[in-house]
């Protein structure tokens, strides 16, 4: 059973940072493609970031040169460093894991709540 756990949310004020984490179990990690999403309210979920098994990234245009996915297979562990965050980027943000099988898995998700 897979199962992601994110954490690191939280309130921050504009220009702030935060690092999203998501631990993935119960998958072969290091053959997933992982990718954070969010979704804000009154608003349908978008694609923040991905990362590939191989380690390419692509991010959504809004979030370029300020957030910066990564992961540590050894820790079944993939990162959203998040700087110079704007009030926009409020949302309730969702670990992804794409498996080797072609299946697809959330987390539970993480508020993210930026201040102006």
């Known amino acids: 059973q897979v199962q992601l756990v994110e954490s690191g949310g939280g309130l921050v004020q504009a220009g702030g940072s935060l690092r999203l984490s998501c631990v993935a179990s119960?998958?072969?990690?290091?053959?997933?493609?992982m990718g954070w999403h969010r979704q804000a309210p009154g608003k349908q979920r978008e694609l923040v970031a991905v990362i590939t098994s191989g380690g390419a990234t692509n991010y959504a245009d809004s979030v370029k040169g300020r957030f910066t996915i990564s992961r540590d297979n050894a820790k079944n562990t993939v990162y959203l460093q998040m700087n110079s965050l704007k009030p926009e980027d409020t949302a309730v943000y969702y670990c992804n894991e794409n498996s080797w099988d072609k299946l697809s898995y959330w987390g539970q998700g993480t508020q993210v709540t930026v201040s102006s």
């Open positions: 119960g998958s072969i990690f290091s053959l997933s493609a």
